[in-house]
């Protein structure tokens, strides 16, 4: 079984609110693993990562440290593109 | 030359008649129906569609909806071809509804009220508008009567001046108005402000304890002197005390829900969740304060409130006409508020909601006789829509297409805004008297 992990900080100017975190979940959705996500800055989660409402309820706010563990098949990719999400989002 | 079709099913319910009629045509041309006549004199040359064992019946109406684009699919697919939306944002619902009635194919026709125009606070962004005072809920009415919105809806933190201003205003502007009303409002007032109709059984405080019949006539003599009409949407307030019931994750219609419709009914008894024994302690009231509305001759719509939890567009619509028939009322009534009723309503009297001459060919046609047994009215085995057979294998295709997207629309993003507020564990369920 693989298991992954990243931490990453939160570049958005409005955080992961409504319109980002849906591109995060759908993202999230395409791979098989279990993905899930912590708040690190609020301490709330782990939450389910592929859910738009438990991602929201994460209340991840600009400069926020999130940690994302995703376990399964292709863990790897999937928080690979979750990265890469966060970073082109920021950009 | 429009197309003309002949569609024979065993039985025909008009809409509005006690009884199907048997060896019956309905002929349509273009996308209204042309004639119904005895199977036998369908004239030569006539493309025939048989429905053996079916009954063919109007065209089902949701009359208290919240919108997403993505309903689409779903209502269609349960017969449901006329849908009543009561509070949206303002410049989407418009915009949807030309859209439906370009291509009818998109979903059901759409009647509009606009926003929901609430007090302050409001209690929903995107789809609601806060107000302060009287004035500006007379503005916002002269608003949106000028933007063509087709009725007007109050909500549930309105004072009663607000209310009263908020009728007056729409009936200047010849605007039918439905509320959804705060605690504390009566059945005198629902009377005395003048409102058309009345949402989710507020204001009939009788109707949500285990009144005496004494005391739920005296309401009902009320709201029959004011000809108040009533919207009950029974099935969100059973929904709403059964958040948590385990057997809605087995219901195989949830396949035409998006997973972020799934998400925000998993996440909603954080919600409401502390006051499910509450609503599963007025449902039993509520139904036997409908049925005797019914009996003393209230007129009755029928809606849903999808897309709250546990109701999946159009599905829905069916569950609420089994909790009518739950509550003792004859399917044929119950079908009557959802067809020919519900027409009236929302101001498409003579166009849809019944089988007739000139009406348009929006219709459904389910295996077995609803009138009979109301569970018949799911097993839908074809919808008409504008005189044009839906596709509902492509319409599933369709819904399936968009199940991992999350709707930019306001009723998904109003959710999205409220809904994960409420974190933290599922709250215990607290008894009624708390």
Same mark, same amino acid.
């Given at each position: 079984m693989t298991v992954a992990s990243i931490e990453l900080t939160i570049q958005q100017p409005f955080g992961l609110h409504a319109r980002p975190a849906a591109k995060f979940v759908k993202i999230a959705g395409h791979y098989p693993c279990a993905i899930t996500m912590r708040n690190l800055s609020n301490g709330k989660g782990p939450s389910n990562a592929k859910s738009i409402v438990s991602v929201l309820a994460l209340g991840i706010e600009q400069g926020a440290r999130v940690f994302l563990r995703a376990e399964g098949e292709q863990a790897d990719e999937a928080l690979l593109a979750l990265q890469q999400l966060i970073d082109v989002e920021a950009g | 030359m429009e197309s003309r079709v002949a569609l024979i099913a065993d039985r025909v319910w008009d809409g509005v008649a006690v009884q199907s009629r048997l060896g019956t045509a309905v002929i349509l041309r273009g996308n209204q129906i042309e004639a119904v006549c005895p199977m036998g004199d369908v004239p030569d040359g006539i493309t025939r569609q048989s429905y053996p064992n079916c009954t063919l019946l109007p065209g089902l109406i949701d009359a208290h909806v919240h919108y997403s684009g993505v309903f689409g699919p779903a209502f269609l697919a349960a017969g449901v071809t006329t849908v009543r939306d009561v509070g949206n944002g303002l410049d989407w619902i418009l915009e949807r509804r030309e859209r439906h009635a370009a291509d009818p194919s998109l979903g059901p026709d759409i009647v509009c009220c606009g926003?929901?125009?609430?007090? !302050?606070?409001?209690?929903?962004?995107?789809i609601g508008r806060e107000h302060a005072d009287a004035d500006s809920v007379r503005r916002t009415v002269r608003e949106e009567a000028g933007r063509g919105v087709d009725q007007i809806k109050l909500y549930a933190a309105l004072s009663k001046e607000q209310l009263s201003a908020g009728v007056d205003e729409a009936h200047r502007h010849g605007k039918f108005v439905l509320a959804h009303l705060g605690s504390g409002i009566t059945a005198d007032d629902v009377v005395d402000l003048g409102l058309d109709e009345t949402e989710h059984?507020?204001?009939?405080?009788?109707?949500?304890? !285990?009144?005496?019949t004494d005391a739920l006539d005296q309401m009902i003599d009320r709201l029959l002197a004011g000809r108040v009409i009533m919207n009950p949407t029974l099935v969100v307030w059973d929904r709403l005390g059964r958040l948590v019931d385990h057997a809605f994750n087995f219901d195989t219609r949830r396949r035409w829900m998006p997973q972020a419709y799934l998400d925000i009914w998993k996440w909603y008894p954080r919600v409401h969740g502390q006051r499910r024994l509450v609503y599963q302690t007025a449902v039993p009231c509520l139904k036997r304060g409908l049925l005797r509305m019914h009996e003393r001759g209230v007129r009755l719509g029928l809606g849903t409130d999808t897309p709250f939890p546990h109701l999946v567009p159009g599905f829905s619509v069916h569950d609420e006409l089994a909790m009518y028939v739950d509550c003792g009322i004859p399917p044929v009534d119950a079908l009557r508020s959802a067809t020919s009723i519900n027409a009236g309503i929302i101001g498409k009297s003579g166009r849809i909601g019944q089988i007739a001459v000139g009406f348009e060919a929006d219709m459904l046609i389910v295996q077995g006789d609803p009138l009979q047994d109301i569970d018949a009215i799911a097993n839908v085995h074809s919808v008409w829509r504008q005189g044009r057979a839906i596709d509902l294998a492509a319409q599933l295709a369709r819904a399936q297409a968009t199940a991992a997207t999350v709707p930019e629309d306001p009723i998904t993003q109003a959710l999205l805004i409220r809904v994960p507020k409420s974190d933290g564990p599922i709250p215990p369920a607290l008894p009624a008297e708390n």
């Open positions: - | 926003l929901l125009i609430d007090g !302050a606070p409001a209690f929903w962004q995107r059984l507020t204001g009939c405080e009788a109707a949500w304890r !285990a009144s005496t």
